[in-house]
């Protein structure tokens, strides 16, 4: 079983950036498509990018495209959101996510979580 803990987050204005990573534990992280998702109040948990467990394949919600990028070092057991030309509306709290099958767009499908770090965004 793996632990993940993301860190990273924080308060930044519009237009700024953030990088937030997700460190794994306990079982090798290669094994794992890795996922980040957001929440925000009231709102369901979103996937924002998604990656294959080699890094060759990647997905981004519409929301984020041209602006995040997910990467992940395999040899560091940890996983990366790079978010720049951030927007108030990216202010959630993000949670990385691990499944050991292939990638996935659907937060049912991942099947340990991380504790999520905060991310807001000021106008």
């Known amino acids: 079983q793996v632990q993940l803990v993301e860190s990273g987050g924080g308060l930044v204005q519009a237009g700024g950036s953030l990088s937030l990573s997700c460190a794994a534990s306990g079982r090798t992280l290669s094994i794992y498509a890795m996922g980040w998702f957001r929440q925000a109040p009231g709102k369901e948990r979103d996937l924002v990018a998604a990656i294959s467990q080699s890094g060759g394949r990647t997905f981004y919600a519409d929301s984020v495209k041209e602006r995040f990028t997910i990467s992940r070092d395999n040899a560091k057991d940890t996983v990366y959101l790079q978010m720049d030309s951030l927007k108030p509306e990216d202010t959630a709290t993000y949670y990385c996510?691990?499944?050991?099958?292939?990638?996935?767009?659907?937060?049912?499908?991942?099947?340990?979580w991380g504790q999520g770090t905060q991310v807001t965004v000021s106008s």
């Open positions: 996510a691990a499944r050991q099958l292939d990638l996935s767009r659907s937060r049912e499908d991942y099947d340990y």
